[in-house]
């Protein structure tokens, strides 16, 4: 069974840093690009950012909203990836979910549980 | 970049059948997408990949119920038989190089 388990949310004062985790199984990890996606309340679905596998370099990508901000990581050895966030804002505050493909060409085949970030003083 | 446009809200009848609308904007209209289902409380669920052709690709276990078809920019979900467990938000999502983009999203209520 594909699993993706979302941790390391909480809360965190204005301008503080937060690192969350996104543990899979179930599938090749290695062959996929991770993405994070997160959702304020109430509201709808804002992509954050992604990375890619090692063959396409590891690369990331982030939105404009976040860019500076936050750092994607993997670590292929461990099934893991990761969203580095600093300098959180307020408007940060969301439900944040790590997505990957499957093989249907889709960036988010499977999706984790979701894990709540709040920043708030 | 590309952009996606959802209505905000639909409602059909239990039993019935309902079609959801996710419009690419000009210049994209040969993206293919991927619909999202999220049941209240809940986080989302992928449905399907959809191509400009209607070719469609489902996710594990998604119901017959659902299937997915285009026309030109337009690209559709369909779902018969309503359920009242199919109520719920419906995201369409778009990609291009170092960008994902997601529709505002459609509430679909099941009267």
């Known amino acids: 069974e594909v699993q993706l388990v979302n941790s390391g949310g909480g809360l965190v004062q204005p301008g503080g840093s937060l690192k969350l985790s996104c543990a899979a199984s179930g599938f090749t990890f290695s062959g996929f690009a991770i993405h994070w996606v997160r959702q304020a309340s109430g509201k709808g679905l804002e992509w954050v950012g992604r990375?890619?596998?090692?063959?396409?370099?590891?690369?990331?990508a982030y939105a404009a909203s976040v860019k500076g901000r936050i750092a994607i990581s993997r670590d292929d050895s461990k099934n893991a990836a990761y969203l580095q966030m600093n300098s959180l804002k307020t408007e940060d505050t969301a439900v944040y979910y790590c997505?990957?493909?499957?093989?249907?060409?889709?960036?988010?085949?499977?999706w984790g549980q979701g894990t709540l970030v709040t920043v708030s003083s | 970049q590309p952009v996606l446009t959802q209505s905000p809200s639909a409602s059909a009848s239990l039993g019935a059948s309902v079609k959801l609308t996710c419009t690419l904007s000009s210049g994209h209209s040969s993206y293919a997408i991927a619909w999202h289902q999220q049941q209240p409380e809940r986080g989302p669920r992928y449905l399907m990949k959809l191509n400009s052709d209607g070719s469609h690709s489902k996710g594990d276990g998604i119901p017959d119920r659902f299937s997915g078809s285009s026309s030109g920019a337009e690209r559709y979900l369909s779902v018969s038989s309503l359920q009242s467990e199919d109520e719920a938000d419906y995201y369409c999502q778009t990609w291009d190089t170092g960008i994902v983009v997601f529709g505002g999203g459609t509430k679909l209520t099941v009267l």
């Open positions: 997505t990957s493909g499957g093989g249907s060409g889709s960036p988010s085949d499977y």
């Open positions: 990375i890619r596998n090692k063959t396409n370099n590891y690369a990331t």
